[in-house]
T-cell receptor
């Protein structure tokens, strides 16, 4: 089946640093989403992207829908301790699709 | 407003035992989903229900059955548990556009 590859798989950073992660696919997706999972909890939606080239922000988070429609990027500026967790990208063939494909996640650890 | 509620939070089974994971949502969502999360593999869709009265297989349905009891409730059953089913299970419901998922806090299942 379709797979999404997230990079890096894990990151260890200092508080205050900026973070960049990406997600690539061999197939085209017309919807990209980014979720965050706090330890011991279920994932929570951060950002949804619906148009190639789209750049969307949510506070210190900025995500981009790649122009090839085969990738997406997430940036976190000025990281804080509560940013710790696992970040998942997800793709859907179209808006409203039932079946999302998830990446394997990027685990973010922050040293205070 | 509880969102998506899963029970139990933890369960240990012996190989061959059966059990049902319960999920309920109070957001009046039409679509509901069961995912499993394994280290390094992200979230994989087991079954989903696009609306009350319908269920469909996801990526990894073997060994599982589901029941959409009503609009609120969607249960996952393991008829004869196997060690390969040791995982964290998440129930989710779909918002106004199906790809915006709301997740429960998960069930950690160990099969010995």
């Amino acid at each position: 089946g379709q797979q999404l590859n997230q990079s890096p798989q894990s990151m260890f950073i200092q508080e205050g640093e900026d973070v960049s992660m990406n997600c690539t696919s061999s197939s085209i997706f017309n919807t990209w989403l980014w979720y965050k999972q706090d330890p011991g909890e279920g994932p929570v939606l951060l950002i949804a992207l619906y148009k190639a080239g789209e750049l969307t922000s949510n506070g210190r988070l900025t995500a981009q829908f790649g122009i090839t429609r085969k990738d997406s990027f997430l940036n976190i500026s000025a990281s804080i301790p509560s940013d710790v967790g696992i970040y998942f990208c997800a793709g859907a063939p179209r808006r409203g699709a039932q079946k999302l494909v998830f990446g394997q996640g990027t685990r973010l650890t922050i040293n205070p | 407003n509880a969102g998506v509620t899963q029970t139990p939070k933890f369960q240990v089974l012996k190989t061959g035992q059966s059990m049902t994971l319960q999920c309920a949502q109070d957001m009046n969502h039409n679509s509901m989903y069961w995912y499993r999360q394994d280290p390094g593999m992200g979230l994989r869709l087991i079954y989903y229900s696009a609306s009350e009265g319908t269920t469909d297989k996801g990526e990894v349905p073997n060994g599982y059955n589901v029941s959409r009891l009503n609009k609120r409730e969607f249960s996952l059953r393991l008829e004869s548990a196997a060690p390969s089913q040791t995982s964290v299970y998440f129930c989710a419901s779909g918002g106004s556009t199906n790809e915006k998922l709301f997740f429960g806090s998960g069930t950690q299942l160990s099969v010995l």
